[in-house]
Structures are given as structure tokens and as C-alpha cells.
């Protein structure tokens, strides 16, 4: 199963940016999905945004849309989250996940990925 590291989490203002990267350590295209969650102290887990890694289709939470955008570099084994006008309600710890099955991307569901990284914290002060 790949190893998945994520960096690029820090401490921001509100309406700041952060790039957060999600290395894996086998090529991107051996699993079908890949994503971001994100889960707040006494909150549950949530999906943010995935991508499907044959054809690049991309799924967002709909309290990122237009803020958030996922990429990928294949040629880097590595997965991406821009994230722009961060707002405090954004702060939490940031995990990147990817499963083999392709169909689970659209829902965003924690529950549907098996590998996980150790995730990355983000704090956006207002």
C-alpha cells in the first residue's frame, strides 16, 4: 500500500493562502482516488476534495468550492490542495487519503479510503 506524507500546514490569517502536498511513495496512478480531509478538534473527519487519477475529474465539499483547488503531479507521485480566502472555520488538521476503488471519490467519504497520511495541522486566525 503507498505511504502517504503530507507538508505545507502552517499558521495563516484570515483570507491567506496555503499549499498543502501530499507525496506518495508509489506512483499515483496504482490507486484510483486520492483526497483531502480535514478534521476539527470535536469534529468528525470530512472530506474536502478528491480526485479521480486516470482522468483528473475533481470533487469539492461544497463549503470549499471556489476557494480550494486539488491537483496532481504524476510525475511527482504527489497531490496538491491550494487553498485560497482560508477562513478560521477552515482550521483543522488536513489528511491526505487515496483508495484503489474509483467510484468512492464523489461522495468524500472518510470511511471509503484506506490509506491514510499522518496529516498536516492548519490554523487560520481571524
Known amino acids: 500500500q503507498p505511504q502517504l506524507v503530507e507538508s505545507g500546514g502552517g499558521w495563516v490569517q484570515a483570507e491567506g493562502s496555503l499549499k498543502l502536498s501530499c507525496v506518495a511513495s508509489?506512483?499515483?496512478?496504482?490507486?484510483?482516488?486520492m483526497g483531502w480531509f480535514r478534521q476539527a478538534p470535536g469534529k468528525e473527519r470530512e472530506g474536502v476534495a478528491a480526485?479521480?487519477?486516470?482522468?483528473?475529474?475533481?470533487f469539492y465539499a461544497d463549503s470549499v468550492k471556489g476557494r480550494f483547488t486539488i491537483s496532481q503531479d504524476n510525475a511527482k507521485n504527489t497531490l496538491y490542495l491550494q487553498m485560497n480566502s482560508l477562513k478560521p472555520e477552515d482550521t483543522a488538521m488536513y489528511y491526505c487519503?487515496?483508495?484503489?476503488?474509483?467510484?468512492?471519490?464523489?461522495?468524500?467519504?472518510?470511511?471509503?479510503?484506506?490509506?491514510w497520511g499522518q496529516g498536516t495541522q492548519v490554523t487560520v486566525s481571524s
Open positions: 480526485i479521480a487519477t486516470n482522468n483528473g475529474r475533481t
Open positions: 487519503a487515496a483508495d484503489d476503488i474509483p467510484s468512492i471519490c464523489w461522495n468524500l467519504e472518510p470511511r471509503s479510503f484506506g490509506y
Open positions: 508509489k506512483t499515483t496512478y496504482s490507486v484510483a482516488c
